[in-house]
């Protein structure tokens, strides 16, 4: 089994800067792709920003040039540096990792969730 925490939410105005981690532990023999999903009330959980083992990145349309996704595989760590913030942005914001065990089999896990609230 394989845990993940988040933490760095919080309330910012908008324009501010808000930075999400994300740490995997447990039984890990290898995470394959980590990243960060959102859901905003009434809305759909979207994809926000993912990153694979070797550092390739994809991001929503929506965040482009205003968040930046980053893993640290030696701490089993992913982050979320979130500039420039509009109302828009406020969710519950999600890490997800997907865990290949040593057989091959992938598992995707979730974590709990940290509130990112935007005034304007």
């Known amino acids: 089994q394989v845990q993940l925490v988040e933490s760095g939410g919080g309330l910012v105005q908008a324009g501010g800067s808000l930075r999400l981690t994300c740490t995997a532990s447990g039984s890990i023999f290898r995470l394959i792709g980590m990243g960060w999903h959102r859901q905003a009330p009434g809305k759909q959980r979207e994809l926000v920003a993912a990153?694979?083992?070797?550092?390739?990145?994809n991001y929503a349309d929506s965040v482009k040039g205003r968040f930046t996704i980053s893993r640290d595989n030696a701490k089993n760590t992913v982050y979320l540096q979130m500039n420039s913030l509009k109302p828009e942005d406020t969710a519950v914001y999600y890490c997800a990792a997907v865990h290949q065990r040593w057989n091959g089999g992938e598992t995707e896990y979730w974590g709990q969730g940290t509130q990112v609230t935007v005034s304007s």
């Open positions: 990153i694979t083992s070797s550092g390739n990145t």
